[in-house]
């Protein structure tokens, strides 16, 4: 996705310190629960990262899922990482959370490792 020509307007380290504040991801993210966010570079590009909870209506019923969104500005576009886990045997919130506090730190490293080609 390219940047909207209204975000070029705005400083890159801007936008990626705005993208992590939590008052704009509970505006983002209306229908979910904040975890935790922050700033850190990937590719060696300027990125921010988000994890929350949410509950999603799927086909099979009700879905508590846990996601980990990277967003990462490259040139003039931007990239989006995003992991999402949940636990079937216990699909509740507290079952995706931990779910996530397993998987999160291979989740961080696939992210770190990622290298963009043009």
């Known amino acids: 996705m390219g940047i909207p020509e209204e975000m070029k307007l705005f400083d890159r380290d801007k936008i990626v310190e705005m993208w992590s504040k939590r008052d704009f991801i509970e505006e983002s993210f209306k229908d ?37 969104i990277y967003n990462i500005l490259y040139k003039e576009y931007i990239v989006q990482i995003q992991y999402m886990v949940g636990d079937i045997k216990n699909n509740s919130k507290q079952g995706a959370i931990k779910a996530m506090d397993k998987y999160e730190m291979l989740f961080k490293l696939l992210a770190s490792k990622l290298y963009i080609y043009t």
């Open 32 to 68: 979910s629960d904040y975890i935790s966010s922050g700033k850190t570079i990937i590719a060696g590009e300027p990125a921010s990262w988000v994890k929350f909870s949410n509950v999603q209506e799927v086909p099979m019923g009700t879905f508590y899922g846990c996601m980990l």
